[in-house]
């Protein structure tokens, strides 16, 4: 059985901690078409992709999207705590000061709502987001109401490949 995405996969990464979940992205002349697959063995379209491109590159893959999560999460909070005046002297402090934050947020305490607020414009204003027009997604972004739903949300938004000419999750 062959499978439109066969020859044309241009991501295929795991959406899930447990590795039973990967979302292919192939292109189909100029559109870029994203679909899930689980990683079951009987799952004849995991089949196709491990004869495809192989699992090692699906975890090679799944890494690099993962660092450049890293990357725009770290860009994201450098950039927060510059607009902010949040510059600590000790980067230590500023981490421990902001994992305190992430841990016990309590949306009754005006400086964790403020830190919220401003991770989201901090969040808003970064290419991943900024070049997205899903209204959807911008609304769960707009809407969290904690760091971790805020962060969540915009690593929802599509990823900026390299060579600038596809998005995928």
């Keep these: 059985m062959s499978f439109p995405f066969v020859g044309k996969v241009v991501e295929a990464r795991y959406t899930d901690p447990e590795l039973k ?21 009987n799952d004849p379209r995991w089949v196709a992709l491990q004869e495809d491109i192989g699992i ?6 799944t890494r690099e ?10 860009k994201a909070f450098e950039d927060y705590a510059a607009r902010g005046g949040v510059v600590e002297r ?3 402090v500023f981490i421990a000061r902001f994992a305190n934050t992430v841990i016990n947020f309590d949306s009754e305490n005006q400086q ?3 830190t919220l607020f401003k ?3 901090a969040l808003f204003d970064t290419d ?5 027009e899903d209204q959807e997604k911008r ?20 990823i900026q490949i390299a060579n600038n000419d596809v998005t995928t999750l």
């Design 65 to 74: 999207a993962h660092e450049i999560h890293r990357n725009e999460f770290r």
């Design 139 to 158: 609304t769960d972004l707009r809407s969290a109401d904690n760091i971790h739903k805020a962060i969540t949300a915009a690593l929802a938004f599509p």
């Design 56 to 61: 090692e590159e699906v975890d090679r893959m």
């Design 112 to 114: 964790h709502t403020e």
């Design 21 to 41: 979940s990967v979302m292919v992205t192939y292109k189909e002349g100029d559109k870029i078409i994203p679909f899930n697959m689980t990683t079951e063995s």
């Design 90 to 92: 000790d980067d230590n």
């Design 128 to 132: 991943r987001v900024k070049n997205s």
């Design 119 to 121: 991770l989201k414009i």
